[in-house]
């Protein structure tokens, strides 16, 4: 077989990871749909899409299962997809979309919203949880200080050149000024100010609504169209700034670009849902094992499979010590610590982050 | 393509790497830059393509001024083999050298330059790892695709910072004839070394830089008992082999 026959059929088994993570999708979103406690059956799923069912199934199904279905899939493709390009073009394998602080700044801007703008209160649902009342204040708080930190970022590149080093830095120094910041707010918090400002640090996917799906939607369609377009680009970040300058690459500008968008589109995620942890920094690692690392495929093969992962996750966490349904935070932490520990010492020796 | 370097001067911070540097390279030459560590070698050659950018002086290539070509234009024209690559990167060989094309692909690699991958590997003789991790290969083989990526970009000047350290003798030769079949063929070729044996022996021309300063140029014959000892403040005695010459060292100044 010639050398270009052997790429092809390379190429062809990448793309054909991609359909079948696809096809795992659509799986999962079955199998999520008719999960839980309502006793929704995949008969009633079908009735409902073709608008029938009862006044229950339908409730049950497009007010509560689809769009939390959906949120999970946006979000989980987000931070994957984040994931993936932070590491690429910050040359890390531990970075994530959060190494610039994001989470940091989004938890602090939500504490912000509690305790300095009351926008939390003590409500006794069926899980007896405290709830945020006024979650559009807490949003768009987290939102605004995420942008905040990320601006800091961009100060400190000018000054100092937007390498690696300089950001991953900053990040770190970035992120631990706002955990100063949230312990001060914390501890100026009356008690249910406190329980909110924790609450809301749990990555929770019971907050998805549809205006939030279709605001996520609205973000990441041009986004994930743009990280796609760049992926030669991204690819020869991973070798090196000199060489990518000698391919053409304007690398400050690649990089900068790069970082302001998956900043941009995990803050709102965590602005609506709170931070979901180790999704963004595992899945590029499970899908370069399967696929190897070239970005034009990693990108749209992290995109599907982080959106699955995560909907798999929160559906575990639904449903795993029902009725108490657990932040699915919690429990991609859970699965994702392991996970990338075997990663890692699976990967040593086998020229992988040697 | 030639290359035509007017008074360059670069520094870093302030301290100055590059002073009133001015040589020119004819098409087909093979340079060598050769010079103590810290001398400016890397630099100069980043300089030619770009890389760094001049604070004063220019580089012409082909007459027309370096800042006048596009990034893009200017990645067909000049190839880059850097001195030292991180092995973060999981990509296979194949995947590597396509990287080359990257200045002519805008989306999707075509099927001219799949073929183009492929026959560079073909005349490198890397075919039997085309598929292979490129963390897993030797240090010989790496440099060897490293090149193959450099003429995927089909330029018709190569720079290499330091192509054969962390080489065998073997693969010295091998990379070296290579670079000079390159050569003969009409591609420029502009090396930083330190092997002065090497340079002699396969280069058509040598610039020796000190203090960021050209120190002396020319063909091999400026590589004399003298301009050694001065270059590098070190005793030496060279001896002639059939042409070619071996420095032996004697000791310090």
Redesign the interface.
């Known amino acids: 077989m010639?050398?270009?026959a052997?790429?092809?059929s390379?190429t062809k088994r990448r793309i054909l990871f991609i359909l079948i993570v696809i096809v795992l999708l659509l799986v999962v979103s079955l199998f999520a749909i008719i999960s839980g406690v309502a006793g929704i059956s995949l008969h009633n799923v079908f009735s409902v899409a073709f608008g029938q069912g009862s006044d229950f199934a339908q409730q049950v199904v497009l007010k509560i299962r689809l769009p939390r279905i959906l949120g999970a899939i946006l979000a989980g493709t987000v931070l994957s997809v984040s994931g993936a390009v932070m590491q690429s073009i910050l040359?890390n394998?531990l970075a994530s979309p959060f190494t610039l602080g994001i989470s940091g700044a989004a938890a602090f801007g939500a504490a912000f919203a509690i305790v300095v703008f009351g926008a939390g209160s003590n409500y006794s649902g069926s899980n007896d949880a405290v709830i945020v009342h006024n979650p559009y204040i807490v949003i768009a708080s987290a939102f605004a200080w995420s942008i905040a930190s990320l601006a800091v970022i961009l100060l400190i590149s000018k000054f100092r050149g937007a390498t690696p080093e300089v950001m991953i830095l900053s990040g770190i120094i970035i992120s631990s000024l706002f955990s100063a910041g949230i312990s001060a707010l914390q501890y100026f918090a009356n008690d249910v100010q406190l329980a909110s400002v924790i609450f809301w640090s749990f990555g929770d996917l019971g907050r998805a609504g549809w205006n939030d799906v279709i605001i996520l939607s609205i973000v990441l369609v041009p986004l994930l169209a743009f990280f796609f377009?760049q992926s030669?680009n991204y690819?020869?970040l991973?070798?090196?700034d000199?060489?990518a300058?000698?391919?053409?690459?304007?690398v400050s500008k690649v990089r900068l670009t790069g970082m302001v968008a998956a900043s941009l589109c995990t803050a709102v995620v965590v602005s609506f849902y709170g931070i979901i942890a180790f999704v963004g920094l595992v899945v590029p690692h499970i899908v370069?094992r399967c696929i190897?690392?070239?970005e034009?495929f990693l990108i749209p093969a992290s995109a599907v499979f982080g959106g699955t992962f995560l909907l798999f996750s929160d559906t575990i966490a639904r449903t795993i010590i029902s009725p108490v349904i657990l932040p699915v935070g919690i429990l991609t932490s859970f699965i994702g610590a392991p996970l990338f520990l075997f990663l890692l010492i699976k990967g040593l020796g086998?020229?992988?982050?040697? | 393509m030639k290359i035509q370097i007017e008074n360059i001067e670069f520094s870093y911070n302030g301290t100055p790497v590059l002073k009133n540097v001015t040589e020119n390279i004819a098409k087909g030459d093979f340079v060598a830059i050769v010079g103590p560590n810290g001398s400016g070698k890397s630099t100069l050659l980043?300089c030619v393509?770009?890389?760094l950018s001049t604070k004063k002086g220019t580089v012409l290539i082909d007459n027309k001024n370096l800042e006048s070509y596009?990034?893009?234009?200017?990645?067909?024209e000049?190839?880059?083999v850097?001195q030292s690559?991180?092995?973060?990167?999981?990509?296979?060989v194949?995947?590597?050298v396509l990287?080359?094309r990257?200045?002519y692909?805008n989306?999707?690699p075509s099927?001219s330059d799949?073929?183009i991958?492929?026959n560079i590997?073909?005349k490198l003789h890397l075919?039997h790892i085309?598929?292979k991790?490129?963390?897993?290969l030797s240090g010989g083989q790496r440099q060897c695709v490293f090149i193959a990526r450099a003429l995927a970009?089909q330029p018709d000047v190569l720079?290499l910072d330091e192509p054969t350290a962390n080489l065998d003798i073997r693969h010295q030769i091998e990379v070296l004839n290579l670079l000079k079949a390159l050569s003969d063929n009409g591609h420029t070729i502009i090396m930083a070394v330190h092997d002065i044996n090497l340079a002699s022996r396969y280069c058509s021309k040598i610039m020796m830089l000190k203090d960021g300063a050209i120190f002396a140029s020319g063909a091999k014959d400026i590589f004399t008992t003298e301009n050694i000892e001065k270059l590098y403040d070190i005793k030496i005695s060279i001896v002639h082999e059939n042409g070619h010459l071996v420095i032996v060292p004697q000791g310090l100044n």
């Open positions: 010639s050398i270009v052997q790429y092809k390379f040359r394998p377009s030669w690819k020869s991973q070798s090196g000199e060489l300058k000698s391919l053409g690459v304007n370069r190897g690392g070239d034009q086998k020229g992988y982050w040697s | 980043k393509n770009g890389i596009s990034s893009n234009e200017l990645a067909k000049i190839a880059y850097p690559e991180n092995k973060a990167n999981p990509l296979n194949f995947d590597t990287l080359g990257k200045p692909i989306w999707k099927d799949l073929e991958t492929a590997l073909k075919e085309a598929m991790n490129i963390n897993k970009q720079l």
